[in-house]
């Protein structure tokens, strides 16, 4: 059984920087494409960034190109996302998924996370 845990998730000031991190177990992460979604308050899940597996591209949200970076640590079996220069409208719930490419760019994924809270004050 494939298991995602999320951590990384807390309270930044704007401006600010996190990392989230993704240990999976259970598979390798390297036969999965990886993705980081996220869901604020009232409003669906959207994708942030998706990290294809067979040639390591990466697709971000518009809202976070520039700022945010999908990457993995096969080592580790672990996926990061690193998140700088954060806004308030970068609060949510933030997940991580497994799946393929490229069904999960529309969030179709096989394995979620439980998710970690970013929120980030003005």
């Known amino acids: 059984q494939v298991k995602l845990v999320e951590s990384g998730g807390g309270l930044v000031q704007a401006g600010g920087s996190l990392r989230l991190s993704c240990a999976v177990s259970?598979?390798?992460?390297?036969?999965?494409?990886m993705g980081w979604f996220r869901q604020a308050p009232g409003k669906g899940r959207e994708l942030v960034a998706g990290l294809n597996r067979n040639d390591l591209s990466t697709n971000y949200a518009d809202a976070v190109k520039g700022r945010f970076t999908i990457s993995r640590d096969n080592a580790k079996n672990t996926v990061f996302l690193q998140m700088n220069s954060l806004k308030p409208e970068d609060t949510a719930v933030y997940y991580c998924a497994a799946g393929l490419w490229p069904h999960i760019l529309d969030g179709t994924a096989t394995y979620w996370g439980h998710g970690t809270q970013v929120t980030v004050s003005s």
């Open positions: 259970g598979g390798t992460i390297s036969i999965y494409t």
